[in-house]
């Protein structure tokens, strides 16, 4: 499922995006187009991403530059959430990409469009 944050615009991204308190976050950060990956999971999505892009969270994003969000996908528990971020860390980098790419062709930072 991907996401809709509520009282947020519609917009171009995975499909729009949706976040409640009781929503959990899939989400891939990259340092740029076919970039180094880092896939994650949160409670918080707005507030994850802010702390990657500030190189709050010492690491390996903050090392590698992984600071733009090209995809994320809701979860209803963070069982789900988990099981999900764990799926898609054995998956084979080509099929990482294919899933960016189905809703996100250009890799645009969608950071922007969940803090509307």
């Known amino acids: 499922m991907v996401g809709v944050i509520p009282g947020r615009p519609e917009g171009p991204g995975p499909e729009s995006i949706t976040t409640s308190l009781t929503m959990y976050w ?27 892009k500030n190189k709050l969270i010492k690491g390996f994003t903050s090392q590698h ?11 209803d528990d963070p069982a789900s959430a988990i099981e999900r971020e764990k799926e898609l ?6 099929w990482k990409v294919n899933l960016i790419e189905q ?10 469009e969940i803090t509307r």
Do not use: A, M
């Open 26 to 52: 899939v989400y891939i950060l990259t340092s740029g187009k076919h970039g180094t990956l880092y896939i994650g999971v949160t409670r918080d999505l707005v507030r994850r991403v802010y702390q990657h």
């Open 65 to 75: 530059n992984v600071v733009h969000l090209v995809w994320f996908e809701g979860c």
């Open 89 to 94: 860390k054995k998956w084979r980098r080509e």
């Open 103 to 112: 809703d996100n062709p250009n890799w645009d930072d969608l950071y922007d």
